[in-house]
């Protein structure tokens, strides 16, 4: 057996010889936006107390350049070549810049209160959709543990038409991001995509073999993607909402590699080891067209709260259950209308039955470990991620529309929402949209029953 004194010998020679470094520029300091949330015990969202919180924008979005000079060493969808010739000296040559979020990214806050605004017109560029962190402080990412207790936020999407989501959600980041300069530039973003447009993979530049995208200007796909759980609480817009946990093998943060990763950036969407797809609960998909969208049981032209349980113990996650209030009525999440589908919450048995009654051949979800893979995953704790965006892969079809858009829509899983087929597509909501924007806001989080006043017997 190796003593602890060489165990401990050995880990900081491996990390001195691993650890990777990004610069860091210094023509913009990096102030994070403050953001109160509530942390809650007892029952009934009576006894909550003030967390101050602060939120980061992720490292994709900043501003990468020669580490002395001006020059872009990313710039639009492609890496400048003469700084980035492979990614070893792309890493060593640029630097990672502060953010500043009101005016180039468009994002504020106000005690609990966070807005995410579409399109931000700045002084050097033309800012779209953003995705932040929530921190615990400069430099570490708050970890929730999900199971056991309860989630809930305000929402107000009046404002998000169809092609676009304002995403609350959670995944399975390490809590310090990567090297340097680590959480604080918002880096080591993983998701049940496996992310391959990311420009740093793991404190690496992704730069060599990089394609640029043909219908987004500011995006490509690089050869390592980042993977981990993901549980998205919230992806949503005024028309359509999903509530959808994704797994992962292995659940925590892992690099995959060109075409296996899988999942929205790979030419094999299942290649992959975690679930791009999902096991979700969308209300329209279950066959409840009128419960949720502008004037509906769930009125998306105004403010609502949105309170999710995660109920199990341990890493045990057994069910996700959804409840709204509006105007001072709980609202519970309503039983699906489609034949031979019954339940109001996801239940590893509910994900069975979604892939049997939607006739899905390939159901990656249970494949990668259904909800014991999801428990696992949040019990390493989770990172809380806020993002808005537009879709250059599939215009948000998934969520608000029909799809696959060739076929038809009366077969049980197609219709998700009552956006048009055409609708969603990036340039027209982008020109048409620019004002679009998602407000977050009074985060409240605790054991079961401790953020809202749940009735009895829902
Ligand atoms: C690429 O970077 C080099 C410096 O490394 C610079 O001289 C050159 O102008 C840049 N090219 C473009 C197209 O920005
Ligand atoms: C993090 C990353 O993208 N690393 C790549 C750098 O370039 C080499 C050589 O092409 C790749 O093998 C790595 O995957």
Request: glycine content about 10%.
């Amino acid at each position: 057996m190796v003593s602890s004194f060489t165990l401990k010998a050995i880990t900081a020679f491996l990390s001195a010889s691993t650890v990777t470094a990004q610069l860091v520029g210094k023509e913009q300091t990096e102030t994070h936006p403050r953001m109160a949330w509530k942390r809650c015990s007892g029952k009934g969202g009576n006894s909550c107390s003030n967390v101050n919180g602060e939120v980061v924008i992720d490292a994709n979005w900043r501003w990468l350049h020669v580490k002395d000079g001006y020059t872009n060493c990313y710039d639009g969808n492609e890496w400048n070549t003469t700084a980035c010739p492979d990614n070893a000296s792309c890493t060593k040559n640029c630097a990672i810049e502060g953010a500043d979020y009101r005016a180039t990214y468009g994002i504020t806050t106000s005690s609990d209160q966070l807005t995410l605004k579409f399109i931000t017109k700045g002084q050097y560029s033309t800012n779209i959709g953003s995705r932040v962190y929530m921190m615990k402080d400069s430099s570490n990412y708050e970890m929730f543990n999900l199971i056991g207790n309860e989630f809930t936020f305000d929402v107000d999407l009046s404002q998000l038409p169809c092609g676009l989501n304002g995403a609350l959600y959670f995944v399975s980041m390490p809590q310090k991001g990567h090297g340097e300069p680590g959480a604080k530039y918002g880096t080591g973003y993983c998701d049940a995509q496996c992310a391959r447009d990311l420009k740093f993979v793991d404190g690496q530049a992704n730069a060599e073999g990089w394609e640029p995208s043909s219908n987004d200007q500011n995006a490509g796909v690089g050869k390592k993607g980042a993977c981990c759980t993901e549980m998205d609480v919230w992806e949503a817009n005024s028309i359509s909402t999903a509530l959808t946990p994704h797994s992962c093998q292995p659940e925590g943060y892992f690099v995959c590699e060109e075409t296996g990763c899988g999942g929205t950036y790979s030419l094999d969407r299942y290649a992959g080891t975690c679930d791009a797809n999902g096991c979700d609960f969308n209300p329209y998909r279950v066959g409840v067209t009128d419960f949720y969208g502008k004037g509906m049981t769930v009125d998306t032209s105004k403010k609502f709260t949105v309170v999710t349980q995660f109920l199990g113990s341990g890493t045990d996650l057994r069910e996700l259950k959804r409840f709204y209030v509006q105007n001072g009525r709980v609202i519970v999440n309503p039983e699906p209308q489609i034949p031979g589908m019954t339940g109001n919450s996801i239940t590893q048995e509910w994900c069975d039955r979604e892939q049997e009654i939607f006739q899905e051949e390939i159901y990656p979800f249970n494949k990668w470990g259904g909800m014991a893979s999801m428990g696992r995953g949040m019990g390493l704790g989770m990172v809380l991620v806020m993002s808005l965006w537009d879709d250059h892969y599939a215009n948000m079809l998934w969520l608000d529309s029909s799809y696959p858009t060739d076929q038809d829509p009366s077969k049980p899983g197609i219709a998700r929402g009552s956006c048009s087929t055409d609708s969603g597509v990036p340039a027209d909501v982008e020109s048409n949209h620019a004002d679009a924007q998602v407000i977050f806001s009074n985060i409240k989080f605790g054991p079961i029953g401790s953020t809202f006043a749940q009735p009895s017997g829902t």
